[in-house]
């Protein structure tokens, strides 16, 4: 009361020395009773102790001012003031409802809003601004309150799911006060307000809850068909129980190794587990209301499968190995290792051996490293690719299982022709393929090799048309032509002039006694010549050491045969001669025209 609000101030242009006519008194002429203006200083100030800006919260002041002291007669101004009042924090938040009540849906999703509510405050601005809290009742843990900073409304959030068959409502008691409190009003009464809440929970059907969503089993490889593995239980929430239907998800279970009975929700396997194949089955059951089939709910099913040892070990790897023809006893060559698709607990154990009757009679023997490697040694030195090119040594490997399972893999061992440094030059079976199938560098090394392999053949193809014999050989194809024609006998004069030919025979016959003189003496002769030349091929030490056959060709003169030559053949054997060792000893005689084949006491002449 009695604050001053504003000062006004009026001039008077007249002569303030003279008379009243500068003399001012001010006056309110609008604005009673909230305020009063002092007449001399112009000052304006309240008049009422209690003025509420949410009452009235704006004044318009008309104050005059007027000369000759303000009587009769004055001349006067006036002017306006507006006087507006600041907002004080004098009023608590008021609830307009003594209690609410809201319903909520049973399977509303955690976090979201349920109920809202207002507390109404008249003043201003932060003195209007409203904290909620949840002061009593049965929902403190389920819901929270929160100010929505924009609307000053309180939210109520859901913490927790909700469950209408185990509690269908909730009661709150909300307390709503001002975030910024005047002091000096706090004596008045209590500054906040209280309402109650109450929450009623709406049923909704539920689909099947399981007993544990995941679930984690293991089942030995290798089990019957029909094991049970595990089982699996769900109910209805509702107040209907309804039995529930089980069936696996087919997409979780590829391959189908599992069954489930539908009622009762066991699992069994369908088919034998193989856990090389595969470790972890990941199931998903799902679990129907038979009642309302709609209302479905899933679970996961982990079942390991564990190892049994139903895998023999066998080589790491295709080996190619190979042994130098000259090599010291008691070299390494090979050093083999293995793999088991098993996975036992303590790791692989592998045994390397060789079966009793491979290990005494063999080129080869086998030491166990105790590392899960075996090294292949050379027991012998005389290796020698022409007796025996390759070499098979049959490796048993065990594991350490219980029963331990053993496989025999044979190591092949080629032999290899090496120099002095143990460099391989020429291996009994040189493989293309070393090296692995399909690298580059194989793919590469075969397309060369099938260039040089068209190459080779191409070269050979223009090389054979040359024909491959001796040129001696080629001499005597050229200039022999061989008669081997029995003909018809002594009677068949057609086809041979049989006195050119009788001549001779009966000149080996009978030794010539019924010829005529010169006759005999040729034949005389050539016999002394055969005799001298078959002399000089025994002791001819250059001559081959195979039996050949010889040829001459004497040039006579009165011999109805023209000319004549003997074949003398020295071999025993009634073969006839073999084309390859056909020696020609031509050259001693100038010209060959025909040559006659001549058994030596033969009868037919050919
Ligand atoms: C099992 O399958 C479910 C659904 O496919 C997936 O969410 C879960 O991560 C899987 N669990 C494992 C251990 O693989
Ligand atoms: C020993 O090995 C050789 C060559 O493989 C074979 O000929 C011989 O019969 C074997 N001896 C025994 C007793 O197995």
Redesign the pocket.
Known sequence: LGTSVVTVVATDADDPTYGNSARLVYSILQGLPHFYVDPKTGVVRTALPDMDRETQDRYQLIIQAKDMMGQMGGLSGTTMVTVTLTDVNDNPPRFPRRSYQFTVPELVSVWSVVARVKAVDLDLGPNAEVVYRMVDGDGLGTFQIQTDPNTQEGLITLLKDLNFELKASYTLKIEASNRHVDTRFLLVGPFSDVTMVRLEVADQDEPPVFSTSVSQVLVSEGVPVGTRVASVSAHDPDGANSPIRYLIDQNSDIGRFFDIDGSSGTITTSRYLDRETRVLHNITVIGSEIRDPSQVSSAVVLISVTDVNDNPPRFASEYWTSVCEHVQPGQVIETLSAVDPDDPEDGHHFLFFLNQ?TA???SFTLRDNRDNTASVLTSWSSFLRRD?PVHLLPVVIADSGSPSLSSTNTLTITVCDCDLHGNHHLCSEEDPWRGGVGSPAVILITVLTFLGVSLLAAVLRSRRRVPQMMEEEQDIQENIVCYDDEGGGEEDTRAFDMVALRHSNQMNLTSGTAEPESVTQKTRLLQAFISERLQEADLDPSAPFIDTLQTYALEGSSSAAQSLSSLCSLDSSESEQNFAFLKAWGPRFQKLTELYGHRVGGGVAS
């Open positions: 009757e005494l009679n063999s025996r």
